[in-house]
């Protein structure tokens, strides 16, 4: 007897299993992305300081991540860590680390962005009414710088969500991972499943990751109709 | 053996690997252009249903990983009778992925020419058409290069990911070569030079075209 191949999802624990292999996807995500959007803050405050050789090496940081696919990002944490400085993290931990580095090197160059973008007369006047440097960021260009780069910062999100996918070439048991080792596992009973698995896949990374483009890109409009009155 | 004489054995095989990641980023980026064009004017003059189909192809390119779409690609396609080979499926993906992209870039850069523009074009008695061709294009497009020479970044690397579909372009190469050798510094060390040699001059060359094609905006 012929089986549709949707059937491949309810059969036995498949279904649980691929979002089982989606919370592992979105906690590496979530983690990499806490730890990197912090980082990535501190950076680029730094980058905003007149410090020249500071600013130097917090830019050759951005460019190395912004010249390096994320596939090999990977694969030079998943060898060097281990055998060149005898770090032995799980796959896991360090797909969070790589994704963190990567996510805090982006997020550097957002923040920087805003923050010379608020107007110089804002800087300015904080100077003039004798705000100390702290005092200026925490009260003048942070908050103005927020707003500004906010829509930046959703679409950076979707990004690193998008990259976790791939994951699987690390043999993290992410959700790509788990879904092919459900196709395999099921390819006798189910021929058409692999359609439908691959296709469940791509419908979960759609579902996280297009509420969050859709508010990136509002932000972005009202963001421009302030600007353009 | 030396690290230098491993790094000599296997320049040739990486060569290949550097001439075929390069010729399908440019292949991938050629059809991205060529599509997103088309779907930013499906939806600069609202056509009707094309408009709508045009949109909804670029959300769904645009909020799932270039990976999720070969597999699809790849592996689903061939059940129901689809079958393409490795390399044209990468093309194809890449396509698939880039145009939404670009579109996005090309239609950011159409609404971004200041209101007063489109007015006073309108106020002159311009049709749309007309407005389109000389007023919004003209302006759009330069202000929409920045995003294009990042998707163009962003592009190249993905072809990286060509690796899972077993297309030896250059990361697949490296992988493959490790796997054979188990040196993994030298051919990761030759993996990252590999990017740099292509990313680092385009970036340059964009930037500067960046900076060229910003004396013909006008009315900001």
Same mark, same amino acid.
Request: charged share 15%.
């Given at each position: ?229 | ?43 600069? =003059?609202?056509?009707?249903?094309? %408009?709508?189909?045009? +949109? $909804? ?5 645009? !909020? *799932?990983? /270039? ?86 970044? =962003?592009?190249?690397?993905?072809? %990286?990911?060509?690796? +899972? $579909? ?5 990361? !697949? *190469?490296? /992988? ?45």
């Amino acid at each position: 007897m012929a089986h549709s191949g949707i059937n491949v999802l309810f059969e036995g624990r498949n279904l649980i299993r691929l979002f089982g292999g989606l919370w592992t996807t979105v906690e590496i995500a979530g983690v990499a992305l806490i730890l990197g959007l912090l980082l990535g803050i501190v950076l680029g405050v730094l980058r905003t300081f007149p410090n020249r050789l500071l600013r130097l090496v917090l830019r050759l940081y951005l460019e190395f991540f912004r010249i390096t696919p994320t596939v090999v990002l990977l694969f030079l944490f998943y060898y060097i860590l281990p055998r060149q400085l005898g770090v032995n993290l799980p796959a896991n931990q360090m797909a969070m680390l790589a994704f963190a580095l990567w996510t805090s090197a982006e997020m550097s160059d957002i923040v920087r962005g805003a923050l010379i973008s608020v107007p110089k007369h804002q800087r300015e006047s904080g100077m003039a009414i004798g705000l100390n440097r702290w005092q200026l960021y925490r009260y003048v260009l942070i908050p103005q710088a927020v707003s500004l780069e906010l829509p930046a910062t959703v679409n950076l999100v979707t990004r690193v969500i998008k990259t976790t996918s791939v994951l699987m070439l690390i043999s993290v048991m992410d959700v790509i991972n788990v879904g092919q080792q459900v196709v395999e596992a099921n390819n006798q009973k189910f021929p058409t499943g692999v359609f439908w698995v691959y296709g469940m896949i791509f419908v979960m990374y759609f579902a996280i990751d297009y509420p969050l483009s859709w508010w990136a890109k509002r932000l972005d409009k009202k963001r421009l109709e302030r600007a353009n009155g | 053996m030396s690290s230098w004489q491993i790094i000599q054995q296997s320049l040739p095989l990486f060569e290949k690997g550097f001439v075929l990641t390069l010729w399908l980023s440019f292949i991938g980026i050629i059809g991205s252009i060529i599509v997103g064009l088309i779907c930013s004017l499906l939806k600069y =003059f609202r056509v009707p249903i094309l %408009s709508k189909i045009a +949109v $909804i192809y670029v959300e769904v390119s645009r !909020n *799932t990983p /270039l990976l999720v779409q070969l597999f699809f690609l790849y592996y689903a396609f061939p059940v129901l009778g689809f079958k393409l080979n490795a390399e044209l499926c990468g093309i194809v993906g890449l396509i698939f992925l880039g145009g939404s992209y670009m579109a996005e870039g090309f239609s950011g850069g159409f609404d971004g020419v200041s209101k007063t523009q489109v007015e006073t074009g309108k106020a002159i008695g311009l049709s749309q058409l007309q407005l389109a061709r000389y007023v919004v294009f003209p302006q759009g497009l330069i202000l929409s290069v920045p995003a294009l020479a990042a998707n163009m970044i =962003f592009l190249i690397k993905e072809t %990286s990911i060509f690796t +899972v $579909i077993a297309i030896p372009e250059m990361t !697949n *190469t490296a /992988l493959d070569l490790i796997g054979m050798y188990y040196r993994s510094n030298e051919y990761l060390l030759m993996l990252v030079i590999g990017y740099a040699l292509i990313l680092i001059p385009l970036s340059l060359i964009l930037t500067i075209l960046e900076k060229r094609v910003r004396y013909g905006s006008f009315g900001n």
